[in-house]
């Protein structure tokens, strides 16, 4: 009864709510849509996926096209393992790495003041306001300079510098109370085992979300400008070429296309409270 | 006399320079464990972050194709970029075109369903999140509209306004440098809803509630005052760190307009600065050139994000409300 009253207070009504389930569902409906539609394909028999007029949810449902996919995928030159190992593989290191060499370089910003903290957190702000785009074509001469073109080294280490990962995370610490540090410190803890003992285990959302947000970067990556070798190559550029099949491949192509989505909608689930509670620090501070 | 007092002030001042030099010297030595916690980080940010930002700036000015060593050709390059290269600008066009609707228009609808869903109950918010994250996040679904805007009448939306009767012929939508534009905005906003998204809705959750109550007390009579007076101003930081994920997500499009338009598009209609700067660098090996681009690019983020960012600090003036306190008795 007295929660009604409160809504009421605050400027809140009955048409209004409904309004707002409506505009929600339509266009929850309308960003889904691609996702239902893939779902729906990739159980679609073969005569479903080319009847006239065009059917957008499936009748017979069948796996034939998850089958076909595996038919597809041992045909391949390379074993099709490989290429979830590739990207498994430079997805766990590349997000391992990142998390730990921001949370350090954010711990030290976040908690400390020396010459030069002020000046380097401003540039990686900087930083956050161009896309890799403007650095594409240079990084390759990088890469090609130190040799790691064609090497797992080109795909993981730059990740290591994310500074999206940096900003969240030094924000996020900045919360963390000095006097949890300053006790460690006078029990005779140096800072690894600050960092380690104290800081990590208090800034799991932020480790979290920066592991999202890397997974997702990593698990999507193609890099096939670094990578020439067909052993190196990753699971979407894989994929790409399935989908390069042609209009036959439709079936097969929904398949692969529900099962990259998985993986990141499936980690956004299941840490969604941890980077709602990071963003809650996410703020540029004037 | 006066000269010497000018240069003992001088002197002072030098003396102070260099007392400050060896104080933050000293401070650097005993500071030497943060920098080492610093450095893994520096090492790979500056090399594959900064450096080439530099490299870009550099090569801009040369004639470089990989193969000879670049040759300093000053301005050149910018000269051909502005006015003898018609598709940049046709690029330049879309991009803007893109930037200025997919921005304002991604970063206001981020905001206001992140508004909308606040008001849900838990277990449907955190659906209701999910779902309206999801595209930004599931990798290449958005080349499921392909299909669905494909240019025969196998097509569905051709399909469906086939069967409305709204035209009677198929569309290519994909193909017809009228509709490609207005196809691939929808398509870039159905994905808008990123990392700026989840910020507002951290920011909204983060909220006072006895804030608004007080507002209210106050004299703030609707929703609207209240997040005009309350709600905007107490999530100023988020607002700032949003609009720059949206700024810098709305300058970058290619991936999409690659995969779904064709590259090359028909006519270059859906050619963007970032496609162009693909076509150079990775096409046509004209570093020196595509370097120019980049930094055009690049110059053009900057600027948008810091306007922006002078901009938003306007929000929220003009009341009071905010302490719960507008009035001095």
Known sequence: ?286 | MKSEKEKSGASKYFAQLKFDMKLTRKKMKESRGMYLFLLPFLLVFTAFYILPVVISIFYSFTYYNILESPRWIGLQNYINLFLADDVFLTAIKNTFLIAVITGPVGYLASFVFAWLINELPRTIRAIAVTVFYAPSISGQVYLIWGILFSGDSYGYINALLMDLGITDKAIKWLTDPDYMMPVLIIVILWMSLGTGFLAFIAGLQGIDKTQIEAGYVDGIKNRWQELWYIVLPSMKPMLLFGAVMAITQSFGVADVTMALAGFPSTDYAARTVVTHLYDYGTVRFDMGYASAIATVLFITMILCNKGVQKLLKGVGKGGNYRHGKSKED
């Open chain 1, 1 to 286: 009864m007295a929660r009604v009253k409160k809504t009421k207070k605050l400027g809140r009504s009955l048409a209004g709510n409904i309004l707002i389930y409506g505009v929600l569902v339509l266009f929850g409906l309308f960003m889904l849509m691609p996702m239902i539609y893939a779902i729906n394909s990739a159980f679609k028999p073969l005569d479903e996926l080319f009847v006239f007029p065009p059917k957008f949810f499936v009748q017979n449902p069948t796996l034939d096209n998850f089958a076909d996919l595996n038919t597809i995928m041992s045909q391949s030159w390379v074993p099709f393992s490989r290429y979830l190992f590739n990207t498994v593989f430079i997805t766990a290191v590349g997000t391992a790495g990142c998390v730990v060499i921001t949370s350090m370089a954010a711990f030290v910003l976040a908690k400390f003041k020396f010459p030069g903290s002020k000046i380097i957190f401003r540039i990686v702000t900087t930083a956050l306001m161009f896309s890799g785009y403007v650095t594409q074509i240079p990084n390759y001469l990088i890469m090609a300079k130190l040799g790691w073109i064609d090497t797992y080294l080109a795909m993981i280490v730059p990740a290591f510098g994310m500074p999206l990962g940096l900003f969240l995370t030094k924000q996020y610490m900045e919360n963390i109370p000095d006097a949890l540090i300053e006790a460690a410190r006078l029990d005779g803890a140096n800072l690894w085992k600050v960092f380690w003992k104290i800081i990590m285990p208090n800034t799991r959302p932020a480790w979290l979300t920066v592991t999202i947000l890397s997974v997702q970067a990593l698990w999507n990556s193609k890099a096939i400008q670094y990578i020439h070798s067909e052993d190196l190559k990753t699971l979407p550029y894989a994929l790409q070429q399935i989908l390069g099949g042609g209009v036959s491949r439709t079936g097969v192509g929904s398949a692969v296309t529900v099962i990259m989505m998985i993986v990141p909608i499936v980690t956004f689930i299941m840490s969604q409270r941890s980077i709602t509670e990071t963003m809650a620090s996410s703020g540029i501070k004037e």
